[in-house]
């Protein structure tokens, strides 16, 4: 069987060489790694894992935390990291919290346990009281992804959430409509309250009254956001139009018009943030603000590796990404 020695003097370079590229213990440049890792995969050297882990003080674990792993758009996130982490020679781990604080402890105080190497995390909350709740909690390199946590000087890679929102409901005012409802999330989370700001900053720019009576209760809850669409179509007054800030939310939306009897954009024009695999099969095809998912997790990756190997400090740093609007067919002029 081959050992570490053999893979250093296959690749032509020392043992405490080859054993940084393998590990990411140390700087290496990426010409030795590329080397290390042909020899590697030449003489079938299989590190052991257990005895790295004794050795460093931690694993070869990334823990990735998610709200729920049955949303589409987290299973994604979650396949991109594992892709990436696989090819830095990381296995991830996927856990969901269902937005409860408490489930969350419990898998930090677990990954804690595994002696995971680094974290990705999708908090729960966002205000400043969880925020040095985790900071007793998290003891590695962490990456805050779609969300800061107040108090938390850790690195934070999301979407530009105001922009989102605020591109869907000028969209939605451009094709005339003026009683435009929005789905709410989580009042507590950055991520619902910026959503929520680009909607009402872009009534605000236009000069338009926001109704109480049109901010509907949806809490990233399919079966809720159902609900509260159902009821303001039944209203004396419904609205014309829809924005729904999770793509859960959305498939509730139309869960509602369906059972209804009513149709999207005939009896109600729907924007969607983020986008489905399967959202232009729909009838209509939907409209959507993307979210560029991939380039989001593959930077929040690279960001967690590089501090795993200290080529980069933790900082509160941000990674603002761009969203993108996706007009499809679920949008129509106002009165068509």
Do not use: W
């Not at 989001?296 to 960001?303: C, L, S, T």
């Amino acid at each position: 069987m081959a050992t570490i020695r053999d893979v250093a003097r296959h690749a032509g370079v020392a043992i405490s060489t080859a054993s940084a590229a393998l590990n990411r213990s140390a700087p290496v440049s990426a010409d030795v790694i590329a080397k290390v890792e042909a020899a590697v995969r030449e003489l079938g050297y299989i590190p052991h894992g257990a005895a790295q882990s004794l050795r460093s003080g931690q694993s070869r674990l990334i823990g990735l935390i998610v709200p729920s792993i049955t949303n589409p758009h987290f299973a994604a996130v979650a396949r991109i990291i594992e892709n990436v982490c696989l090819n830095a020679g990381y296995l991830s781990m996927v856990f969901s919290t269902g937005q409860d604080s408490e489930r969350e402890n419990q898998i930090l105080r677990l990954l804690r346990q595994q002696r995971v190497a680094g974290l990705i995390i999708i908090p729960t909350r966002s205000d400043a009281e969880h925020g040095e709740r985790l900071k007793g909690a998290i003891h590695v390199p962490t990456v805050l992804l779609d969300m800061y946590v107040e108090g938390l000087a850790y690195n934070v890679v999301k979407l530009d959430n105001i922009a989102a929102t605020r591109m869907a409901t000028e969209h939605l005012i451009g094709l005339g409509h003026r009683r435009i409802a929005v789905l709410t999330g989580i009042a507590e989370l950055a991520t619902s309250k910026d959503r929520l700001a680009g909607y009402l900053d872009a009534h605000r720019r236009a000069g338009l009254a926001v109704e109480p009576g049109l901010l509907l209760k949806g809490d990233y809850d399919q079966a809720l956001a159902a609900t509260s669409v159902a009821a303001a179509m039944r209203s004396a007054d419904p609205p014309t139009a829809l924005l729904s800030i999770s793509n859960m939310m959305t498939l509730g939306a139309l869960h509602a018009l369906h059972d209804l009897g009513l149709a999207a954009p005939r009896d109600l024009s729907i924007v969607g943030i983020d986008d489905f695999d399967f959202a232009e099969l729909l009838a209509p095809p939907l409209t959507v603000v993307r979210v560029p998912l991939a380039p989001m997790a593959e930077r929040a990756i690279e960001i967690m590796l590089d501090l795993i190997a200290g080529r980069r400090r933790a900082s509160s740093e941000t990674d603002l990404f761009v969203p993108e609007l996706v007009i499809r067919g679920s949008t129509t002029s106002a009165g068509s």
